[in-house]
């Protein structure tokens, strides 16, 4: 999550942008991908973006290994 001036923070998440604008009194407003949301509770919202950040940064990543495919070539016979 980054912090900008005036209390806005944006974290990219699963490929979508969220934006929260502290409001004061621990209030603030939710963007996803630049839509207005709502407002919520502003530490809730900020703990659970960081709990979402945490999680993708320790989740193991996957690699499938290459499916070796047999080798065809092809002729063209039309000549």
């Known amino acids: 999550m980054i912090r900008f001036e005036n209390g806005i923070y ?4 699963q490929g979508n942008t969220v934006e929260i604008v502290y409001k004061g009194a621990n209030v603030c407003e939710i963007y996803l991908n630049n ?5 919520a509770p502003f530490d809730y919202v900020r703990q659970k973006l960081y709990q979402q950040e945490k999680k993708r940064r320790l989740a193991a990543a996957y690699y499938k290994h290459y499916e070796y495919k047999e080798f065809v070539p092809i002729i063209d016979v039309s000549i």
Do not use: A, D
């Open 10 to 13: 944006r974290s990219v998440l």
């Open 35 to 39: 839509v207005y949301e709502g407002i």
